[in-house]
Structure formats: structure tokens, C-alpha cells
């Protein structure tokens, strides 16, 4: 089936300092990545649609200078939350939809991110 | 705005018992699909669903979805502490685009 690569698992950072997660289709092509949100307890929240070779869409209230993301080839999209305050520590969560009907869309494992 | 609604938040049932979960979309669905999330874990595919009025089933898992897509349920029948995990639907509003995940049932079975 469809896997999807998720780096790194955990992650606890500084206040001011920037983290990068990096999320990878491995045996398919993904033109379009989903980064979401999750807090403990909570549904997962959309935050943008990262377009390969193109700008990510984001939803609304999601801040872009914040969350930068990245999707510079067909297997490959980055999430960077720059200058990271505790209120950014959350669980990270990509997704990719391999394009085949009866395997719906693939998650990656999750970042935990700590920012203390 | 595209909003999917999910209930109950909580069920706590006995092992033996059925369990049930309802998902609405404000708006007609593409397609919806149904995740399955263990504690600390990330979200595993279980089932999507693309036609008006389809039911699937997978054991004793049986997904149904609304004559007008905009209705989604799972139901478990006779539950088993393995069945433990939140309970998300997702809807799609077009096939390959983004997700709308309802707020999940957290499942619990007491043995």
C-alpha cells in the first residue's frame, strides 16, 4: 500500500526557534500534500494544501508567514513553523492521496512538537 | 463554510454492545471516509464511501452513507476491547481534494 514518511517523530524546541517536519510519499507521487493539526483530545485540523511547484493554499486563520510550507518535488513537502512558541507545540500530521479509490488517503506517523 | 459534524463525542459501551457514530456535512459530499485513530497514533484508513445510499461492511463493521452524501454512520456491532480508538468520518468535496474531518467519537469497551 501507499506509505507516507514523516520526520521527525518528536521534536522540542526553544521559544524563537524554527522546526522543520518533513513529510514523504514513498512509492507514489503526491502533487498535492495535506498538513494538519491535531491538539490532545481534538479532531484534525486542516491548516494548508501544499502544491507541488506551486504556493500552498491555507485555510482560514492560519497564519503563512508562520507555517511555511514547501513542495519542491513530486515526493517531497515541508512544514517549517518559524520563531515556535508553546502555544505552536502540537501534533503535526501530513497526508497524501495516492489516487487510488479504495485506499483512501495516507497519514504520515505525526510530529510531536514541544516548544519550551 | 464546509463543515462536517460528528456525534456522539464520547461512547462508553460494554464489551458485547453496539456502537454507533452519525456524521453530517453542511454541504454535499464527494465522498466520505472513515478513520480509525489509536491513542498517540496517526489516523488508518478504514473504508470511503462514494455513492448516494451505499453501505459497506467489513466484519462487523458496516459504513453507511446518505441518499443525499451529505450523511455518513459506522456501526460496530458487538464490540471488542480491540475496537478502542477515536472514530473519525472525513469528507472530500471533490475526489483527491482536501479532507474535512468530523470531531470524532472516542470509543471505549469495558471489557
Known amino acids: 500500500g501507499a506509505v507516507v514518511s514523516q520526520h521527525p517523530s518528536r521534536v522540542i524546541c526553544k521559544s524563537g526557534t524554527s522546526v522543520k517536519i518533513e513529510c514523504r510519499s514513498l512509492d507514489f507521487q503526491a502533487t498535492t500534500m495535506f498538513w494538519y493539526r491535531q491538539f490532545p483530545k481534538q479532531s484534525l485540523m486542516l491548516m494548508a494544501t501544499s502544491n507541488e511547484g506551486s504556493k500552498a493554499t491555507y485555510e482560514q486563520g492560519v497564519e503563512k508567514d508562520k507555517f511555511l510550507i514547501n513542495h519542491a518535488s513530486l515526493t517531497l513537502s515541508t512544514l517549517t513553523v518559524t520563531s515556535a512558541h508553546p502555544e505552536d507545540s502540537s501534533f503535526y500530521i501530513c497526508?497524501?492521496?495516492?489516487?487510488?479509490?479504495?485506499?483512501?488517503?495516507?497519514f504520515g506517523s505525526g510530529t510531536r512538537l514541544t516548544v519550551v | 463554510g464546509q463543515q462536517v459534524m460528528q456525534i456522539p463525542q464520547y461512547q462508553h459501551v460494554q464489551e458485547g454492545e453496539d456502537f454507533t457514530t452519525y456524521c453530517n456535512s453542511s454541504?454535499?459530499?464527494?465522498?466520505i471516509q472513515w478513520y480509525k485513530q489509536r491513542p498517540g497514533g496517526h489516523p488508518v484508513f478504514l473504508i470511503q464511501?462514494?455513492?448516494?445510499?451505499e453501505v459497506k461492511k467489513q466484519k462487523r463493521l458496516t459504513f453507511q452513507f446518505g441518499e443525499a452524501k451529505k450523511n455518513s454512520s459506522l456501526h460496530i456491532t458487538a464490540t471488542q476491547t480491540t475496537d478502542v480508538g477515536t472514530y473519525f468520518c472525513a469528507g472530500a468535496y471533490n475526489q483527491g481534494g482536501k479532507l474535512i474531518f468530523g470531531q470524532g467519537t472516542e470509543l471505549s469497551v469495558k471489557p
Open positions: 464511501l462514494v455513492k448516494s445510499g
Open positions: 454541504t454535499t459530499l464527494s465522498n
Open positions: 497526508s497524501a492521496y495516492p489516487g487510488q479509490t479504495n485506499y483512501g488517503y495516507t
